[in-house]
């Protein structure tokens, strides 16, 4: 037998919530950093997400993009497909691809995450990446791709229509 795996989801009454409800101190990522990466994969995590993945956080790879995520967001996201895995809702192999291809990323004392070899490899990321917060999780482009993808995916008028629709006028 190999070794046990350190994360068990479990399930947990937070999931009954609906999407708009935060719990206080709930993490929440915001704003945009550009860093460098080194050759050893490692990331200086900007300030203000540092207390979210304090312990630890977990990565892996997201549409173009790396995501990071906190250990208390994670494990609820874990445990909502667990759940689906268990009423029908999710394919268990789906489940299973999906727990594979997470890895386990700790602060280092310098205020760094390593970014794992194989995440990185293929995705084109290079010396300098941006970090961008997307509420629950932090998404890790390599800039090349982060730039590309704002060029095409926002304009300022659909952001001014998607705060109004949402009613911050």
Known sequence: MGEQ????????????????????GADLFVGEYEHSLDAKGRVVLPAPFRAHVAERGYVTVLDGCLGLWSESEFERIAAKA???????????????????????VRLDAAGRITLPRDLLDGMGFESQVVLAGGYKR?????????TETQE???????????????GFD
């Open 5 to 24: 795996p350190r994360f068990t989801p479990k399930l947990v009454p937070e999931l009954e919530k609906t999407p708009g409800d935060r719990d206080e």
């Open 82 to 104: 667990a759940k689906a895995v268990e009423a029908n809702e999710m394919e268990p192999g789906a489940f299973r691809r999906m727990m594979r291809k997470v890895r386990e």
């Open 138 to 146: 932090v998404e890790i482009w390599p800039k090349q791709v982060f």
């Open 152 to 166: 095409i995916d926002e304009s300022a008028e659909s952001l001014a229509n998607s705060i109004v629709s949402l």
